[in-house]
């Protein structure tokens, strides 16, 4: 049990399934052996007893229980509240004791279930990066982290998953096979966290979680097994650096285009873009378009607020909406078109004469989810929105209306890992 913290005489907090962590086990046993994936496993994480913290990056849909698996003990993983919310999902994540947490916003409550799990002598997992990267390069890691570490007192293991951002990029819906390895470390042990400052706890969680996919793979050059390399690389390529259109790519197997410009480019077999046809190559790699994208947003946003500006900064057409009132089941209620203005986001149904206004000010949260899905927190009411055809951007969402919660002085709302 972790020092300083008391076992709770209610029930087991997040108790698992034993039939679906067998199931889990045979799925994840043969996945890794028929793609290939490979561990480092040291003896002192293998002779470590639980409880204990896991720490990781975070870049694939598959990271929990890929980086759970090749552990000796089992592991909570903190998961946001938004993966519940499908029928698979919502089945499974429950019955391997998964702890939700509210993506984007300071919850208490998650940080008590933490406490009472480590409490009852099992292993908690967690993400530092709060989100999947976007292109492979370890996101900033919010301070609090090295608080948590000091009050749950129990030892830390971390996992670097190198390759993840190659075989399960999160703006992909496809796996593709080529070399992952994820290696283990004992970071911290007792005796380290009695005598190391926050300040000092934080520095070395921050040093073991670095890691940038496109530096490595310039250096080993890993071929990527696919014949889909851009496939649905639009999730994360929201503005063409040709003629600066938003929201404009289309993509096929290995190619992708601006319809606006048709700016031209292509995946090689390591994952690095060429160009094929005319135009200036900008960007070579998703790390370095990914950077500028998000500055320029910022960048443009900000112009239009200089502006007084009260055009659309843009819209995604016919797009489904799903309702929920407070973090209830998501429901249905029609398509409509999604407006972003500066001060305001409009859902314009198709069907009917109505409309819905969400106002920047009083928005909680605004996130991409998997695939196109966009997930709108407001007054304590859940929209989801889902683009009308694959590669719908809601990445270009959540900057832009950072953009515009910084620029207004909203700081307590921004994403802690979004750059600008």
């Known amino acids: 049990m972790a020092r300083g913290v008391t076992m709770s005489k209610r029930n087991k907090y997040y108790p698992t399934k034993y039939y679906i962590r067998i199931l889990t086990f045979l799925v994840f046993s043969f996945f890794v052996r028929y793609y290939r994936i490979r561990a480092k496993v040291p003896r002192p994480?293998?002779?470590?007893?639980?409880?204990?913290?896991?720490?990781s990056n975070h870049v694939g849909y598959w990271d929990p229980f890929l980086i759970g698996h090749f552990l000796p003990h089992f592991v909570h993983f903190v998961s946001s509240d938004a993966a519940f919310k499908t029928k698979i999902a919502g089945f499974f994540l429950p019955r391997l004791g998964v702890i939700p947490k509210r993506k984007n916003v300071r919850d208490t409550q998650v940080i008590r279930d933490i406490i009472q799990v480590i409490g009852q002598g099992e292993n908690v997992g967690i993400f530092?990066?709060?989100?999947?990267?976007?292109a492979g390069t370890t996101l900033p890691i919010d301070p609090s982290i090295a608080k948590l570490v000091r009050l749950l007192n129990v030892p830390v293991v971390v996992a670097l998953s190198r390759g993840m951002n190659l075989f399960n990029p999160r703006w992909s819906k496809n796996v593709r096979k080529t070399k992952v390895e994820i290696e283990y470390g004992l970071l911290l042990d007792l005796e380290d966290l009695k005598n190391l400052s926050v300040e000092e706890i934080f520095k070395r969680i921050v040093s073991a979680l670095q890691y940038d996919e496109v530096k490595a793979q310039l250096a080993n050059k890993e071929v990527i097994y696919s014949k889909r390399k851009a496939e649905h690389i639009n999730y994360a390529v929201y503005v063409c650096p040709e003629c600066e259109a938003i929201g404009?790519?289309?993509?096929?197997?290995?190619?992708?285009?601006?319809?606006?410009?048709?700016?031209?480019?292509?995946?090689?077999?390591?994952?690095?873009?060429?160009?094929?046809?005319?135009?200036?190559?900008?960007?070579?790699?998703?790390?370095?378009?990914?950077?500028?994208?998000?500055?320029?947003?910022?960048?443009?946003?900000?112009?239009?607020?200089?502006?007084?500006?009260?055009?659309?900064?843009?819209?995604?057409?016919?797009?489904?909406?799903?309702?929920?009132?407070?973090?209830?089941?998501l429901l249905w209620i029609g398509r409509a078109d999604i407006l972003l203005y500066l001060d305001r986001i409009e859902l314009i149904f198709l069907d009917r004469e109505h409309t819905i206004t969400l106002d920047i000010g009083s928005l909680q949260t605004i996130n991409p989810q998997v695939n196109e899905k966009l997930e709108i927190f407001y007054r304590n009411e859940t929209y989801r929105c889902v683009g009308a055809k694959p590669g719908v951007s809601g990445l270009k969402w959540e900057v832009a209306v950072n953009a515009i919660w910084k620029i207004t002085g909203q700081t307590t709302k921004l994403s802690p890992y979004i750059k600008q």
């Open 45 to 55: 994480v293998k002779k470590l007893k639980p409880p204990y913290l896991l720490l």
């Open 128 to 134: 530092p990066e709060a989100v999947r990267n976007w």
């Open 248 to 329: 404009s790519f289309t993509v096929s197997e290995n190619d992708f285009w601006c319809l606006n410009c048709d700016y031209h480019l292509s995946i090689d077999d390591y994952g690095f873009f060429r160009l094929s046809g005319t135009g200036f190559m900008h960007y070579s790699n998703i790390r370095d378009w990914y950077n500028w994208q998000e500055k320029w947003m910022f960048d443009y946003v900000e112009n239009l607020y200089n502006e007084n500006s009260t055009e659309i900064i843009f819209v995604d057409r016919s797009s489904q909406i799903f309702h929920s009132a407070d973090n209830g089941k």
